[in-house]
């Protein structure tokens, strides 16, 4: 199993510029979210599905979208880069969102906009 | 509203035990989770407590008190592979269903 796999793992941007951040896991999993990560921020949910065809937003939505055609991919698309959209992108997944169940985290995506 | 406290930095020395807080205030509680991140890695799991008391996985325990919204990872026989990001998680209620929470993280500095 690859796990969960991110690409790219580095990104320059211009502001205005769109481009999405891809994510894909082999394990099945019904729950997949994206996070993003400052200094001094800790981790903040942007996104998150419960499965194909579902996706919701989290706490830090706005300048983001998602969709879930498939249970594997979970693309982030920015549509408009802003130069606070500056950060490291985690995916995550697991196999469902019940109480147990640890989300694993893919490599990150480096991203800097400028 | 949500929030997780856990302090910034630590520091400590080879072989010697550390006990990393974090106190939380949540809407709801479904679980509470300890990550790891090293440095320009993804966080991997460490811990997770759902009920009071405590949880062992060989150097690494993690404790949780409900009603004292408390919670603290104890490492012993500390290494200079530990020096990583440890990451307070609550499984709360929130906007985004049952999600998890972060606290900032606790940077944890090991020496010789």
């Known amino acids: 199993n690859a796990g969960v796999t991110q690409t790219p793992k580095f990104q320059v941007l211009k502001t205005g510029q769109s481009m999405t951040l891809q994510c894909a896991q082999d394990?099945?999993?019904?729950?997949m979210s994206w996070y993003r990560q400052d200094p001094g921020m800790g981790l903040r949910l942007i996104h998150y599905?419960?499965?194909?065809?579902?996706?919701d937003q989290g706490e830090v939505p706005n300048g983001y979208n998602v969709s879930r055609s498939t249970t594997e991919d979970f693309p982030l698309r920015l549509l408009s880069a802003a130069p606070s959209q500056t950060s490291v992108y985690f995916c995550?997944?697991?196999?469902?969102?019940?109480?147990?169940?640890?989300?694993?985290f893919g490599p990150g995506t480096r991203l800097t906009v400028l | 509203g949500q929030n997780i406290d856990q302090p910034t930095e630590m520091t400590a020395t080879e072989g010697a035990i550390v006990q990393i807080n974090c106190t939380y205030q949540t809407s709801g509680f479904n679980g509470l989770f300890w990550y790891q991140q090293h440095a320009g890695e993804a966080p991997t799991f460490l811990s997770y407590n759902v009920l009071d008391g405590l949880e062992e996985k060989g150097r690494f325990s993690s404790f949780l008190s409900r009603s004292k919204g408390y919670s603290y990872l104890l490492l012993k026989e500390l290494q200079m592979k530990d020096s990583a990001s440890y990451l307070c998680?609550?499984?709360?209620?929130?906007?985004?269903?049952?999600?998890?929470?972060f606290g900032k993280g606790t940077t944890l500095s090991v020496s010789s």
């Open positions: 599905s419960v499965g194909a065809g579902i996706t």
């Open positions: 394990m099945n999993h019904e729950y």
């Open positions: 995550a997944s697991s196999y469902s969102p019940g109480n147990t169940d640890t989300q694993y």
């Open positions: 998680a609550v499984r709360g209620v929130n906007q985004a269903g049952t999600a998890l929470i």
